[in-house]
């Protein structure tokens, strides 16, 4: 089983729509949760930050985190086509440790 | 700010050579720079973990024979792929993280598409 599950979809949406994503993970240490967008043959941008279990908003942009069920999700308002990109969650143990990435979601927006 | 470099960003070489890519930060000094690569439609794998001046520490299954890390300065690592082979192609992203940061926010280069022949 690996550290941390995502679905690598492709998702596709019309714009507008509401883009979800999550990951699960089966690490009780972690503690701090990222998720990060990748275009194409780029490296990956942080999007959002989290350390405690609830919600996070920035923007168009919201991170959830449920640590009792081990389980984040990252939700996109008012999706737009320049939201096309791959997003991967991230996870680490502590403030300075190593992180552990999921596979990524292919999310594609159509206007 | 916080501009993380690589170069070169696409290399192209015969099976048996050794290639170098070098990662920068631009606009900071970096305590610890990351060595990853990417298989297509997988996930970021960390290789190493660099501080600047003193060994890197390779991840479990990472030949650090094969994969050389030198981290010369606050601003550079480079990756060495020596004697690389088919299977060594992938897409290979250094990050690095600041010298003074609340948060050790990790900033990702552009990335190295690695082909061997």
């Known amino acids: 089983q690996k550290e941390v599950e995502q679905d690598p979809g492709p998702l596709s949406v019309p714009e507008g729509a509401i883009v979800s994503l999550n990951c699960t993970y089966s690490?009780?240490?972690?503690?701090?949760f990222m998720w990060y967008r990748q275009y194409s043959r780029k490296g990956p941008e942080l999007l959002m930050y989290?350390?405690?279990?609830g919600n996070k908003e920035d923007g168009r942009f919201t991170a959830q985190v449920d640590k009792s069920s081990k389980y984040i999700s990252l939700f996109i308002r008012d999706s737009q086509p320049s939201d096309s990109a791959t997003y991967l969650c991230?996870?680490?143990?502590?403030?300075?440790?190593?992180?552990?990435f999921g596979a990524g979601t292919t999310v594609t927006v159509r206007a | 700010g916080a501009v993380v470099s690589q170069h070169p960003s696409r290399v192209i070489c015969k099976s048996g050579t050794s290639v170098k890519i070098e990662c920068r930060s631009l606009?900071?000094?970096?305590?610890?720079m990351f060595w990853y690569r990417q298989f297509p439609k997988q996930s970021l794998m960390l290789m190493a973990t660099s501080n600047e001046g003193s060994k890197a520490t390779y991840e479990q299954g990472v030949e650090k024979d094969k994969f050389l890390i030198n981290h010369a300065s606050l601003t550079l690592s480079t990756l060495t792929v020596t004697s690389a082979h088919p299977e060594d192609s992938s897409f290979y992203i250094c990050?690095?993280?600041?010298?003074?940061?609340?948060?050790?926010?990790?900033?990702f280069g552009p990335g190295t598409r690695l082909t061997v022949l």
């Open positions: 990050s690095a993280t600041q010298l003074e940061s609340s948060y050790n926010e990790q900033f």
């Open positions: 991230a996870m680490s143990i502590s403030n300075d440790y190593k992180l552990s």
């Open positions: 989290t350390y405690s279990s």
């Open positions: 690490n009780s240490a972690f503690q701090y």
């Open positions: 606009d900071f000094q970096a305590t610890t």
